[in-house]
């Protein structure tokens, strides 16, 4: 069904991930390799507002500038704006509200019809989205 399984669109949850390094990083890793890493201009805002709301100084700010360089950035254009309010429309004729953030970096892996990376189960029963996310890790047994 997907036309472009060369491209993935990360979510902010998962290039948050990435960047910090947690253990989910791994899995989306090996998903992202090979593959054409794509961010909507709605995740960049909404890392470096983190940034900035997180007062964060010179030398971080330059290590996230550096981070973000390793991704295409998708930007609005008519076709995305179509997509996002179609897809806002729809979610809630449902009964399942999908914030303009989220409807936008949806939007982005339905327009280039590849999968979307995300940490973020607000994308969960999508139609016509393949969600890749980490599995949920599981509890630790050797401590019963």
Not at 92 to 102: H, K, Q
Request: hydrophobic share 40%; aromatic share 8%; glycine share 4%.
């Amino acid at each position: 069904m997907l036309s472009n399984p060369s491209l993935i669109v990360l979510d902010t949850s998962v290039v948050s991930i990435l960047i910090r390094r947690v253990e989910s990083a791994t899995y989306y890793r090996e998903r992202i390799v090979g593959r054409r890493a794509v961010i909507s201009f709605q995740t960049l805002e909404e890392l470096w507002f983190g940034a900035y709301k997180g007062n964060w100084g010179d030398r971080r700010k330059n290590a996230l500038r550096q981070s973000l360089d390793r991704y295409e950035v998708m930007w609005p254009n008519s076709d995305l704006v179509r997509i996002s309010a179609h897809l806002r429309s729809e979610r809630e004729r449902v009964g399942r509200r999908l914030n303009t953030g989220d409807a936008w970096v949806a939007a982005t892996a339905l327009l280039l019809e590849c999968p979307l990376a995300s940490d973020d189960h607000d994308f969960s029963d999508i139609p016509d989205l393949e969600l890749i996310q980490a599995p949920a890790p599981q509890p630790d047994q050797s401590q019963e």
